[in-house]
């Protein structure tokens, strides 16, 4: 399974971006996916994630209430609508692909990853 996660770009503080999370195969469509994030020196953490048949998802504190993800099953692709966003958001994004169909926070859940799109927020 390949990856491709796209969307990322620079915005202004309180501005929204859309990242896009597209599977090359359509397995992929049948995990769970998630979506993680990496600024500077520092880990990757989780942001939200969303089973495989998009009724469950699961979000980071720190986004909770300002980012939605969602996927289209047709188009194995998994979306991160990311609204209010804030210089805090500032990082590399990416997508991953789990074992199974559930969700989870945790990074060892996942086998597949992208290979990240980086979003800047300015202040």
Same mark, same amino acid.
Do not use: H
């Given at each position: 399974?390949?990856?491709?996660?796209?969307?990322?770009?620079?915005?202004?503080?309180?501005?929204?971006?859309?990242?896009?999370?597209? #599977?090359?195969?359509?397995?992929?469509?049948?995990?769970?996916?998630?979506?993680?994030?990496? &600024?500077?020196?520092?880990?990757?953490?989780?942001? #939200?994630?969303?089973?495989?048949?998009?009724?469950?998802?699961?979000?980071?504190?720190?986004?909770?209430?300002?980012?939605?993800?969602?996927?289209?099953?047709?188009?194995?692709?998994? *979306?991160?609508?990311?609204?209010?966003?804030?210089?805090?958001?500032?990082?590399? *994004?990416?997508? &991953?692909?789990?074992?199974?169909?559930?969700?989870?926070?945790?990074?060892? *859940?996942?086998?597949?990853?992208?290979?990240?799109?980086?979003?800047?927020?300015?202040?």
């Amino acid at each position: 399974v390949q990856l491709q996660a796209s969307g990322g770009g620079l915005v202004q503080a309180g501005g929204s971006l859309r990242l896009s999370c597209a #599977a090359s195969r359509r397995t992929s469509s049948n995990n769970g996916m998630g979506w993680f994030r990496q &600024a500077p020196g520092t880990e990757r953490e989780f942001v #939200a994630a969303i089973d495989w048949r998009g009724g469950n998802t699961l979000y980071a504190d720190s986004v909770e209430g300002r980012f939605t993800i969602s996927r289209e099953y047709a188009k194995s692709t998994v *979306y991160l609508q990311m609204n209010n966003l804030n210089t805090e958001d500032t990082a590399v *994004y990416y997508c &991953a692909s789990g074992r199974s169909s559930t969700i989870s926070r945790n990074t060892d *859940y996942y086998n597949y990853w992208g290979k990240g799109t980086l979003v800047t927020v300015s202040s």
